[in-house]
Nanobody, 116 residues
């Protein structure tokens, strides 16, 4: 059984930084894609960033230049480095992985709160 655990959320002041981690464990053949999404109450979950197996990345316009997505394939771990955080970045952040054998899997979410 594959499990996905996120960590790294918390409370930070505007302008600060946080690093989110997403660890995938279990029987994994390969992870085709890591992606990070966020959601605030009353709004749809939105894609923040994604990275494919070959290292190609994609960012939403709202975080481009401030957030960096990366992955450590040897550790089956994805990261989201968030810098210059703004109050509007406050949300629950979810990791999603696309597994070659098991399909899409979501994490439980980690809360990020940015105070002004």
């Amino acid at each position: 059984q594959v499990q996905l655990v996120e960590s790294g959320g918390g409370l930070v002041q505007a302008g600060g930084s946080l690093r989110l981690s997403c660890v995938v464990s279990g029987t994994i053949f390969s992870i085709d894609r890591f992606s990070w999404h966020r959601q605030v109450p009353g709004k749809q979950r939105e894609l923040v960033a994604q990275i494919t197996r070959d290292g190609s990345t994609n960012y939403s316009n709202s975080v481009k230049g401030r957030f960096t997505i990366s992955r450590d394939s040897a550790k089956n771990t994805g990261y989201l480095e968030m810098n210059s955080l703004k109050p509007e970045d406050t949300a629950v952040y979810y990791c999603n992985v696309l597994l070659s054998l098991s399909g899409s899997l979501w994490g439980q979410g980690t809360r990020v709160t940015v105070s002004s």
